[in-house]
Every structure is written in C-alpha cells, then in structure tokens.
C-alpha cells in the first residue's frame, strides 16, 4: 500500500544530542513538508521541499535540519541548538505544492527530552 | 499578520448534525483544507474549497465565503468514530510556497 512512514514512533534525547527523523513516502510525491505540533497550537512548518536536493526554511527551521538526496524520503535532524524539542513531528508529501494538492501525513514521531 | 481561529472544543449527541466554523485573515488565499485527525494519529485530508459555495462528500460538507473569510465543516449522522480533531488550514500565496496555515483544532467529542 501507497503511504508515508515515520520512524520511531517514539523517540528521547538527552541533553546536547542530535537526533534523526525518519520520513519515507512510496507516493512518487515530489514536496515533502515537515511540521511540528505542539499541544494547544496549530501545525506549524519546520522545513519543506519541493523536489529532490532542493529544500526551504519553514516558519520555526532554527535548530532543525533536513536533506532531500532522494525523492523517497525526507529526514530531520533535531540538533543540540532546538532548546524546545519536545513535541509531535508530523511528515507530510503532495503530489507538488500546487494550490489544490492536499497533504498527506504520515503517523507522526513523539520526541521526548530526558 | 496571518491568523486562522477555530473553537477549541465542541461536543454533539451521536445521530446530531454539527457544524465547526473557521475564520481567517491572511495575506492572500488559494484555498482551504479541512483535516480530521484522531488523538495521537496522522491528519486525514477531508476537503478542499477555493471557489464559493458548499462542496459535499456523503456525510461532510465544507463551505467557503472568501468574502466573509469564513468557511465551515457541517459533519451529519455524527457517529462516535467522529470524535477527533478538525483542522481547518488556509493556503497563503503570500507565505513560503506551498505552506498551509493551521488553525489550532477543534476537539469533538461525540456522546451517545
């Protein structure tokens, strides 16, 4: 089946450590989005690309990086630098970022502080 | 500035019919997407509106009045597998490029 998996489902990182987000779509969607959701707060746009090795800064990319080397998937990297990890990240894909394309969201990773 | 409001919470009666408003101000507008998304689980695409009107899909219809900057969802025959949140999201040209603003989410809870 077509989808967009998101690995670990649950994720901790200690004090000063990088750690990696998982996003892979079999969709052949070429824009790939990730998002951050905070309890009380909307969606907000960390990173989002619209075609393989080409990436932009969303709305809150400090202390986040992505890389796009291939259409399928879409890792983030939260660094020691992102002081507030702890919340919801959700990967998303659209066929293109064309006005009418929907996003399509994978499960979701938790990541917790310890 | 870019704002999108929704009611934080809404409850309805199993069987009910219920409608979730959303209002926004934006820079610009090329559309509007309504989410379901159960606690703790991915967003699910519902609808889409760009031009004015009502866009029905069996149970769910969404309505949009650009005018207004006003849209709802009207959700019929509510079941209990309906209780989730919705989220309305509003696509500004004027914002990063394929960017989608979220609105907070409206929690339904549907009760026998």
């Known amino acids: 089946d077509g989808g967009i998996t998101q690995s670990p489902k649950y994720l901790f990182r200690k004090e000063g450590q990088n750690v990696t987000l998982s996003c892979e779509q079999n969709?052949?969607?070429?824009?790939m989005y990730w998002y951050r959701q905070d309890p009380g707060q909307g969606l907000r746009l960390i990173y989002y690309?619209?075609?393989?090795?080409?990436?932009q800064k969303g709305d809150i990319a400090e202390g986040y990086s992505v890389s796009r080397e291939k259409k399928e998937s879409f890792p983030l990297t939260v660094t020691s630098a992102q002081k507030n990890p702890t919340a919801f990240y959700l990967c998303?894909?659209?066929?293109?970022?064309?006005?009418?394309?929907?996003?399509?969201f994978g499960d979701g990773t938790r990541l917790s502080i310890l | 500035g870019q704002n999108i409001d929704q009611p934080t919470e809404m409850t309805a009666t199993e069987g009910a019919i219920v409608q979730i408003n959303c209002t926004y101000q934006t820079s610009g507008f090329n559309g509007l997407f309504w989410y379901q998304q159960h606690a703790g689980e991915a967003p699910t695409f519902l609808s889409y509106n760009v031009l004015d009107g009502l866009e029905e899909k069996g149970r769910f219809s969404s309505f949009l009045s650009r005018s207004k900057g006003y849209s709802y969802l009207l959700l019929k025959e509510l079941q209990m597998k309906d209780s989730a949140s919705y989220l309305c999201?509003?696509?500004?040209?004027?914002?990063?490029?394929?960017?989608?603003?979220f609105g907070k989410g409206t929690k339904l809870s549907v009760k026998p």
């Open positions: 969709l052949n969607h070429d824009a």
């Open positions: 999201a509003v696509r500004d040209p004027g914002g990063s490029q394929g960017n989608l603003i």
């Open positions: 690309s619209q075609i393989v090795n080409d990436f």
């Open positions: 998303a894909s659209s066929i293109t970022t064309g006005e009418n394309q929907p996003q399509h």
